[in-house]
């Protein structure tokens, strides 16, 4: 099941995941328990090993979101993007997910390979969410359609900024 496409509508913000130099984005919640990662044997192994819970984790970022539920940590996303808008979460804060979603990220994350994901319970991070150019690359090549990019929602960033700050 792909990222919910009025996913701004249909969730609340839960969290305000913030960059070292000012910028930040949204989270959006709940998150999903039927999402792509739920039946992933990769994902699902990835968690096992670690004596991580697996646990729904809703969506990072507005304009640019990805449906960390629907992320299976492919990578496809972090190579094809020309302005290097995300990195691996893990590569920065080896903490469980569910703990970023008030984090802050100095944006020091691998953000080129797909082999830089530690393991499959990593999530593609748009840290710098604000750069993106519209391409659209990474929503063409995402496996599990966990990217939503949608300048409309720049809007929404806004307006959210201005009332949940
Ligand atoms: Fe990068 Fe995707 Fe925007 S590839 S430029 S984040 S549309
Ligand atoms: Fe995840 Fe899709 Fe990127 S599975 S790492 S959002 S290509
Ligand atoms: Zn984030």
């Not at 496809?76 to 020309?82: F, L, N, R, T």
Request: hydrophobic share 30%.
């Amino acid at each position: 099941m792909p990222i919910d496409s009025e996913f701004p509508k249909n969730h609340k913000v839960v969290g305000k995941h913030k960059h070292e130099d000012g910028r930040f984005h949204f989270v959006w919640g709940p998150g999903r328990s039927d999402a792509e990662t739920s039946s992933n044997e990769q994902v699902q192994e990835a968690y096992k090993s670690r004596g991580e819970e697996y646990v729904p984790l809703g969506v990072h970022g507005t304009f640019v979101g990805v449906d960390w539920d629907s992320c299976i940590a492919d990578g496809a996303c972090i190579e094809a993007c020309p302005v290097q808008v995300f990195q691996w979460y893990r590569s920065e804060h080896d903490i469980p997910a569910v703990q970023m979603v008030n984090a802050t990220s100095a944006g020091i994350g691998e953000n080129h390979s797909r082999e830089g994901r530690k393991d499959y319970t990593d999530k593609s991070d748009p840290v710098r969410e604000s750069d993106c150019i519209w391409c659209m690359a990474c929503v063409t090549v995402c496996p599990t359609q966990a990217i939503k990019v949608d300048e409309a929602n720049l809007d929404v960033h806004k307006k959210t900024a201005e009332t949940a700050g």
